[in-house]
């Protein structure tokens, strides 16, 4: 059967609609099929995976040899709680949390080998996951395995489906969605429907209301898929309440025209600075975006001297180095990776290690004028429109710190501390990206959408980034990975409740 014709036009039904067939929306489809529902997926894009096919890591509470898990899901759960001053819902967090117990031998089953990462920092190595290798990381890794066990469990894929609104039958129960493909109007009736939508950072009018700080920014660039918030939208408009709307997820001072000078610029030996020359973070914390956001023109160049670069190269420090090597993938797979991504972004294609690509890519991108590659400083200053002066200060400044082992502005950990005293120096312009928008959807801890009363709307589910979850004003970055684990997550009780309800089985509380 052709899905496609049958899109056209035609009336269709299953036990489950799951709206996007992204990081949340696979693994739903999966559990949901698991539990014996026949499953539909409508998928708005050409392709599945949604942004979710872009993660590296994967947040997941999974105990450590000789721990009691118990006591680490507590203490993460506590920590959650304490980091959102409770004002976030508990048993949601709670029950995200414990779902991630289980979370290695269910992907194990799926054919994945997931292992533990320190690439979002050594402090994190116990709970982040990851499979794959940069830049083709986990989440590409388990939509691909997704997608085969979708195929294994007869779970249909509609694609260049967009969902547009949801049908209420009696009781207020949702029993179909009303999608489009094709310029075609499609009803699907179901038994219950799980909104996996991915949030709203393509739509300004959401954005506006909601996050009006990043409304219309013309120095924020967008990171991932502009997704529209459709759920979000088709949710409250059958009366669903929502639930404090923030937490945008900021790349790590993201350069988007080369996946091998961002790991230059995501190394913790390097320096940023803004536009006016001056240190403004702490580089080697995850979360350092964050202040890049509050500096001039939202804008900061990361700086590094050729012995820097040189130890980049040798992967002295490189944590992502670390990620690749544990992978235990030989180098020509990996620079066939990366070469693959590079071709995709239309840019240069080696046929060399990543060193060697990015080595080739500085001055690449240096004819471009998004690098600057000199032995002054002051040339550097002047390519920035800073203050030759401030910048030679804080140059010397910083490298005072590294003689000293002690960086007494932002506490930097000495090991990270390296002087820029070996010419030529490289300055690279980075740019904020706004990656994914966290929360909407008030949800309970089945992942049941709730009303203005608080009471489940029947048959309609959330997960995913656009229900309510861990996150307050910022992204949690005690949680690190956690968008798309918690997304995976979510999913994997979406799919399960919204399986139980459809067959009228669901055991509530
Ligand atoms: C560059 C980048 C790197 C990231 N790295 C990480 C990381 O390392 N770790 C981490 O935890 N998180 C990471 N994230 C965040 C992570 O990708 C998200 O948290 C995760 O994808 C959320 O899953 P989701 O299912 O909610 O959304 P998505 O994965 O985006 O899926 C949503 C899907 O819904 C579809 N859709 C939307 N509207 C409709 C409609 N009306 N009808 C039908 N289909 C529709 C979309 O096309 C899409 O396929 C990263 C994000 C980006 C952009």
């Given at each position: 059967?052709?899905?496609?014709?049958?899109?056209?036009?035609?009336?269709?039904?299953?036990?489950?609609?799951?709206?996007?067939?992204?990081?949340?929306?696979?693994?739903?489809?999966?559990?949901?099929?698991?539990?014996?529902?026949?499953?539909?997926?409508?998928?708005?894009?050409?392709?599945?995976?949604?942004?979710?096919?872009?993660?590296?890591?994967?947040?997941?509470?999974?105990?450590?040899?000789?721990?009691?898990?118990?006591?680490?899901?507590?203490?993460?759960?506590?920590?959650?709680?304490?980091?959102?001053?409770?004002?976030?819902?508990?048993?949601?967090?709670?029950?995200?949390?414990?779902?991630?117990?289980?979370?290695?031998?269910?992907?194990?089953?799926?054919?994945?080998?997931?292992?533990?990462?320190?690439?979002?920092?050594?402090?994190?190595?116990?709970?982040?996951?990851?499979?794959?290798?940069?830049?083709?990381?986990?989440?590409?890794?388990?939509?691909?395995?997704?997608?085969?066990?979708?195929?294994?469990?007869?779970?249909?894929?509609?694609?260049?489906?967009?969902?547009?609104?949801?049908?209420?039958?009696?009781?207020?129960?949702?029993?179909?969605?009303?999608?489009?493909?094709?310029?075609?109007?499609?009803?699907?009736?179901?038994?219950?429907?799980?909104?996996?939508?991915?949030?709203?950072?393509?739509?300004?009018?959401?954005?506006?209301?909601?996050?009006?700080?990043?409304?219309?920014?013309?120095?924020?660039?967008?990171?991932?898929?502009?997704?529209?918030?459709?759920?979000?939208?088709?949710?409250?408009?059958?009366?669903?309440?929502?639930?404090?709307?923030?937490?945008?997820?900021?790349?790590?001072?993201?350069?988007?025209?080369?996946?091998?000078?961002?790991?230059?610029?995501?190394?913790?030996?390097t320096i940023w600075v803004?536009?006016?020359?001056e240190r403004?973070?702490?580089e080697?914390?995850?979360?350092?975006?964050?202040?890049?956001?509050?500096?001039?023109?939202?804008?900061?160049?990361?700086l590094?001297?050729?012995?820097?670069?040189?130890?980049?190269?040798?992967?002295?420090?490189?944590?992502?180095?670390?990620?690749?090597?544990?992978?235990?993938?030989?180098?020509?797979?990996?620079?066939?990776?990366?070469?693959?991504?590079?071709?995709?972004?239309?840019?240069?294609?080696?046929?060399?290690?990543?060193?060697?690509?990015?080595?080739?890519?500085?001055?690449?991108?240096?004819?471009?004028?998004?690098?600057?590659?000199?032995?002054?400083?002051?040339?550097?200053?002047?390519?920035?429109?800073?203050?030759?002066?401030?910048l030679k200060g804080t140059i010397d400044k910083y490298n005072a710190a590294c003689s000293?082992?002690?960086d007494?502005i932002f506490?930097k950990?000495?090991?990270?501390l390296l002087p820029l005293r070996?010419?030529?120096?490289?300055?690279?312009?980075?740019?904020?990206?706004?990656?994914?928008?966290?929360?909407?959807?008030?949800?309970?801890?089945?992942?049941?959408?709730?009303?203005?009363?608080?009471?489940?709307?029947?048959?309609?589910?959330?997960?995913?980034?656009?229900?309510?979850?861990?996150?307050?004003?910022?992204?949690?970055?005690?949680?690190?990975?956690?968008?798309?684990?918690?997304?995976?997550?979510?999913?994997?009780?979406?799919?399960?409740?919204?399986?139980?309800?459809?067959?009228?089985?669901?055991?509530?509380?």
């Amino acid at each position: 059967m052709n899905p496609e014709r049958e899109a056209r036009g035609e009336k269709l039904a299953a036990n489950v609609v799951v709206i996007g067939g992204g990081g949340a929306g696979l693994v739903a489809a999966v559990a949901a099929a698991e539990k014996g529902a026949r499953v539909t997926v409508l998928e708005a894009r050409r392709v599945p995976g949604g942004n979710a096919v872009n993660a590296i890591g994967l947040f997941a509470v999974i105990g450590d040899k000789g721990t009691d898990i118990n006591a680490q899901r507590d203490d993460y759960f506590k920590k959650t709680m304490g980091y959102a001053h409770w004002r976030i819902n508990a048993r949601v967090v709670r029950a995200l949390i414990n779902k991630s117990g289980d979370l290695v031998p269910w992907l194990e089953a799926k054919g994945l080998k997931p292992e533990r990462t320190d690439f979002f920092g050594p402090v994190h190595a116990s709970v982040v996951l990851r499979c794959g290798t940069i830049p083709e990381g986990i989440g590409y890794e388990v939509a691909k395995a997704m997608v085969k066990t979708c195929e294994e469990l007869g779970v249909r894929f509609l694609y260049r489906t967009r969902a547009k609104k949801l049908i209420v039958g009696r009781e207020g129960r949702v029993t179909g969605v009303m999608a489009v493909a094709k310029g075609k109007e499609l009803i699907v009736d179901a038994g219950s429907v799980i909104i996996a939508t991915g949030g709203f950072v393509g739509n300004q009018r959401l954005l506006k209301k909601f996050l009006p700080p990043y409304h219309d920014d013309d120095d924020i660039f967008l990171g991932g898929l502009p997704h529209k918030g459709d759920g979000l939208l088709m949710a409250t408009e059958i009366g669903a309440a929502t639930e404090i709307i923030a937490a945008p997820e900021m790349s790590v001072n993201r350069f988007p025209w080369s996946s091998c000078l961002f790991i230059i610029i995501k190394h913790p030996g390097t320096i940023w600075v803004n536009k006016n020359g001056e240190r403004f973070t702490d580089e080697s914390v995850h979360e350092a975006a964050n202040s890049q956001y509050r500096q001039p023109g939202k804008t900061s160049y990361t700086l590094i001297d050729e012995k820097i670069k040189e130890a980049i190269f040798q992967s002295d420090l490189s944590p992502i180095d670390d990620t690749i090597l544990k992978a235990n993938m030989t180098l020509d797979v990996i620079e066939e990776k990366i070469r693959q991504s590079i071709r995709k972004e239309g840019l240069f294609v080696g046929s060399s290690p990543w060193q060697t690509i990015a080595e080739k890519d500085l001055h690449f991108q240096a004819d471009r004028g998004r690098v600057k590659i000199s032995s002054s400083w002051e040339e550097i200053a002047q390519w920035m429109g800073a203050d030759p002066v401030a910048l030679k200060g804080t140059i010397d400044k910083y490298n005072a710190a590294c003689s000293q082992g002690h960086d007494d502005i932002f506490a930097k950990d000495r090991k990270y501390l390296l002087p820029l005293r070996t010419p030529p120096y490289y300055a690279i312009r980075c740019y904020l990206n706004l990656m994914v928008t966290h929360g909407g959807i008030k949800i309970n801890h089945n992942m049941e959408v709730l009303d203005k009363r608080d009471s489940p709307i029947p048959g309609l589910y959330a997960a995913g980034v656009e229900a309510a979850s861990a996150d307050l004003e910022t992204y949690n970055p005690g949680l690190p990975a956690h968008g798309y684990g918690f997304a995976v997550n979510s999913g994997r009780i979406a799919g399960e409740s919204a399986a139980e309800f459809a067959s009228g089985k669901q055991d509530k509380y």
